[in-house]
């Protein structure tokens, strides 16, 4: 079972969907006991870093979550995938989970891109992942965000070039982060999701 964790600030039913799809059984759930019996872990995300850390301080999963995620596939996606590094320098600096070593930045692109980074990109691979298993590099995925990871090149799988190199794909040991929206991202995230569901 996939447990995605509800803490208030995530996209759950449009993740849930895209599991519905291949008929993966999963649910939304805020119950410590359901998070730690789940075979896995996503955690959505929407909004600001700041807030999406509180709520999550406040629903009291924090230590539940650092500890499952060092025990079986752990994916976080957009903002999620933001939480899972040491701090963030969102309107103010926040602690994150620190679950991978780096901060998050407000992107400042070369030229004229705009922030937010909006719309589809192609990955570009750093190295190899299994979530990226059977999927050729260049396919193109869906990204909403105007912040970005600054992390170390070995955490990074996949990059996605918006004036300068994002980090779109990051892990460390069974941990996972998508700043990228494959719930949102066609047959190429849903590809995504099915490899995370064969860890």
């Not at 924090?62 to 752990?74: C, I, L, R, S």
């Not at 869906?142 to 794909?169: I, R």
Request: glycine letters at 12%; one cysteine or more.
């Amino acid at each position: 079972m996939i447990a995605i964790i509800d803490y208030g600030a995530g996209n759950l039913f449009s993740v849930q969907n895209a599991l519905n799809y291949f008929k993966l059984e999963n649910k939304i759930t805020s119950d410590k006991g359901e998070i730690v019996n789940a075979d896995r872990i996503i955690l959505p995300g929407v909004g600001a870093f700041g807030d999406a850390m509180e709520k999550l301080n406040k629903s009291g999963l924090v230590d539940t979550v650092k500890a499952e995620a060092a025990k079986k596939p752990f994916l976080g996606i957009c903002l999620g995938m933001q939480l899972l590094f040491e701090k963030s320098f969102e309107f103010g600096e926040f602690d994150g989970l620190g679950l991978i070593k780096g901060s998050v930045k407000l992107m400042k692109p070369e030229g004229n891109l705009s922030v937010p980074q909006m719309g589809w990109n192609a990955l570009e691979y750093n190295k190899a992942c299994p979530l990226l298993k059977g999927i050729q590099e260049g396919k193109y995925v869906y990204f909403v965000h105007s912040y970005a990871a600054d992390c170390d090149k070995e955490d990074v799988y996949a990059y996605a070039d918006y004036g300068g190199k994002v980090p779109a794909l990051v892990g460390n040991g069974t941990v996972y982060g998508a700043q990228f929206h494959p719930e949102k991202s066609g047959d190429i995230g849903l590809s995504i999701l099915r490899n995370f569901a064969e860890l």
